[in-house]
């Protein structure tokens, strides 16, 4: 049985950092496709980043030389590295999981409880 926790999130001002973590499990973890997601409340979920099974990476327009994705096959984890975060950046993030890579479109079939971000600024 696929689990994802997620874990990192809290409280920022304004140009401050964050890091987030997925820990996976059931599942043999270096042969899906991951994913950080997030939804602000009245939006609709969208894709941040993503990382392919061979180390490939993919990032939203909106996050892109902010945010950095990284995993940890021997951990079993997944990490979104967060720095320069604006209020916009505000919402609950998820790490999915897929067999199938699917970057960062939103049909990922496992998913974690999520994990708050706020910015204000």
Same mark, same amino acid.
Do not use: H
């Given at each position: 049985?696929?689990?994802?926790?997620? +874990? %990192? %999130?809290?409280?920022?001002?304004?140009?401050?950092?964050?890091?987030?973590?997925?820990?996976?499990?059931?599942?043999?973890? +270096?042969?899906?496709?991951?994913?950080?997601?997030?939804?602000?409340?009245? *939006?609709?979920?969208?894709?941040?980043? /993503?990382?392919?099974?061979? #180390?490939?990476?993919?990032? /939203?327009?909106?996050? *892109? #030389?902010?945010?950095?994705?990284?995993?940890?096959?021997? *951990?079993?984890?997944?990490?979104?590295?967060?720095?320069?975060? *604006?209020?916009?950046?505000?919402?609950?993030?998820?790490?999915?999981?897929?067999?199938?890579?699917?970057?960062?479109?939103?049909?990922?079939?496992?998913?974690?409880?999520?994990?708050?971000?706020?910015?204000?600024?």
């Amino acid at each position: 049985q696929v689990q994802l926790v997620e +874990s %990192g %999130g809290g409280s920022v001002q304004a140009g401050g950092s964050l890091r987030l973590s997925c820990a996976a499990s059931g599942y043999t973890y +270096s042969s899906y496709c991951m994913g950080w997601f997030r939804q602000a409340p009245g *939006k609709e979920r969208e894709g941040v980043a /993503a990382i392919d099974s061979d #180390g490939s990476t993919s990032y /939203a327009d909106s996050v *892109k #030389g902010r945010f950095t994705i990284s995993q940890d096959n021997a *951990k079993n984890t997944l990490y979104l590295q967060m720095n320069s975060l *604006k209020p916009e950046d505000t919402a609950m993030y998820y790490c999915a999981a897929e067999g199938v890579c699917l970057g960062l479109y939103v049909a990922y079939n496992y998913w974690g409880q999520g994990t708050q971000v706020t910015v204000s600024s």
